[in-house]
């Protein structure tokens, strides 16, 4: 099992920054598939961006060049760093990881962008 923890959410305006942490209870090049969904009121859950053991990245169109997902092995933290924050970007951002064939999620964390 894999128990994920995130950080790092909050109230920002458009354009500001925020960085999202996920901390792992395991060691996270252990864990083949990490990443970030996100899930809007009255939406479905949606990916943002997700990143392999063998770094293979990939980010929704939405946030690409916008948003930069990376492993600090220091930290043991999956961390997604989010620039020119838009309203839309709005919503709970939830940590994944997929572990032996096992998907697990963190319990979430509020973003919202307002002026």
């Known amino acids: 099992q894999v128990q994920l923890v995130e950080s790092g959410g909050g109230l920002v305006q458009p354009g500001e920054s925020l960085q999202l942490s996920c901390a792992a209870s395991?060691?996270?090049?252990?864990?083949?598939?990490m990443g970030w969904y996100r899930q809007a009121p009255g939406k479905q859950r949606d990916l943002v961006a997700t990143?392999?053991?063998?770094?293979?990245?990939n980010y929704t169109d939405s946030v690409r060049g916008r948003f930069t997902i990376s492993r600090d092995g220091a930290k043991n933290t999956v961390n997604l760093q989010m620039n020119s924050l838009k309203p839309e970007d709005t919503a709970v951002y939830y940590c994944?990881?997929?572990?032996?064939?096992?998907?697990?999620w963190g319990q979430g964390t509020q973003v919202t962008v307002s002026s």
């Open positions: 990143i392999t053991s063998g770094t293979r990245i």
């Open positions: 994944y990881a997929r572990f032996l064939g096992g998907d697990y």
């Open positions: 395991r060691n996270i090049f252990s864990i083949y598939t």
